[in-house]
């Protein structure tokens, strides 16, 4: 595509509740990483994919947070039994080459409230 | 410490001037070096990168860089209130992910 395509924009979520977030990136990028925007901060990396490999994972605050890319196209983070220091803007990225080489494109993020 | 530090301002600029925006990293194998915008509820746009040490220009941009100091700065010549947006100073290591600052608020005044 395009651009970097991410759903849901808006996502409200029970204490509890998993929830699921989408990312398409850039046509033929190859790699893609999520990062987590609170207010008034700058984005926390949470994980990175090379194609369909995770190569680091370092960021995922605790074990109720996955994420995938399996054919190393679009990437889908999940988050199990969410809790309210969950809320916050999930942003993916991608660019063409390993790392951000170039920098990222990024995608208009999924922004997560939990109640 | 962060790794990534930015002065969170505001920075108030009158339109026209020259807005500077300043970065200080701590990791001395940092290779990359990035500046983001970003609107407010909006994602984060590149401006510029740099690699290496000196001035690197683009249109009103220049993003300086000086590794000796671990210091990287964003000039704006002829600001626009167009401009008023948060500046996100990221840092790379070389491949992976990039480290980002808290970003500095610039409002450029009409």
């Known amino acids: 595509g395009a651009g970097v395509s991410q759903s849901p924009r808006y996502k409200v979520a029970k204490r509890g509740q998993d929830v699921a977030l989408r990312c398409d990136p850039i046509?033929?990028?190859?790699?893609l990483f999520w990062y987590q925007q609170a207010l008034g901060q700058g984005p926390e990396f949470l994980t990175y994919f090379q194609n369909e490999a995770q190569l680091d994972k370092s960021g995922l605050p605790s074990d109720r947070f996955f994420a995938e890319r399996p054919e190393g196209s679009v990437s889908t983070l999940k988050i199990q039994r969410t809790q309210q220091e969950d809320s916050a803007v999930y942003l993916c990225?991608?660019?063409?080459?390993?790392?951000?080489?170039?920098?990222?494109?990024f995608g208009s993020g999924t922004r997560l409230t939990v109640v | 410490q962060k790794e990534v530090e930015q002065n969170s301002g505001p920075l108030s600029v009158p339109e026209g001037a020259i807005a500077s925006l300043n970065c200080t990293y701590s990791?001395?194998?940092?290779?990359?070096f990035f500046w983001y915008r970003q609107y407010s509820g909006k994602s984060p746009e590149l401006i510029m990168f740099?690699?290496?040490?000196g001035d690197k220009e683009d249109g009103r941009f220049t993003a300086q860089l000086n590794k000796a100091s671990q210091y990287v700065s964003l000039l704006i010549r002829d600001s626009q209130p167009s401009d008023s947006a948060t500046y996100l100073c990221?840092?790379?290591?070389?491949?992976?992910?990039?480290?980002f600052g808290d970003g500095t608020t610039l409002t450029v005044k009409p």
């Open positions: 990221a840092v790379n290591m070389g491949a992976g992910k990039s480290t």
């Open positions: 740099i690699y290496s040490n």
């Open positions: 990225a991608s660019s063409p080459g390993p790392g951000p080489s170039i920098g990222y494109t």
């Open positions: 046509s033929g990028h190859v790699s």
């Open positions: 990791d001395r194998g940092s290779q990359s």
